[in-house]
């Protein structure tokens, strides 16, 4: 049984500076690296909080519910990722973290909420939510 959080843009901005606290001490960081699309939003209030003027991208795909846990890096980034904050809105089943980690396998990996599955591949993170949730975030509202 799925059941759906409606999150909003309070909700969002609260937790972002929630995490900005968490973070405060585990830099400097060269720059953020948003994984597209859920960690743009994030990533820009986090540069805000943070300081941080210099951000990047890890542009990702991943598919159906057929074919879950399946990641494709799009546009990846040179280097191993040391001194890097990655930013992400979700970790569900730690798919993209683990191919995002993969690829960065020395950046500091963060996002908002992580589900159980998710959560042994991020370093730093806000909340839990329960797998069954389905997140509805502000920016998804018309989808």
Known sequence: ?????????????????????????????????????????????????????????????????????????LKGLPGDGEGWLVVDDLADSGATARAVRALLPKAHLAALYAKPDGLADLDTFVRTIAQHVWIVFPWEAGE
């Open 1 to 73: 049984m799925t059941e759906a959080l409606a999150l909003d843009w309070t909700d969002i901005r609260r937790d972002c500076r929630l995490l900005a606290a968490k973070l405060g001490g585990r830099g400097p960081f060269a720059g953020i690296v948003a994984v597209t699309r859920g960690g743009l939003v994030p990533a820009a209030l986090l540069a805000q909080d943070l300081d941080i003027r210099v951000i990047e991208t890890v542009c990702v795909a991943s598919y159906d519910e057929r074919l879950r846990g399946t990641v494709e890096i």
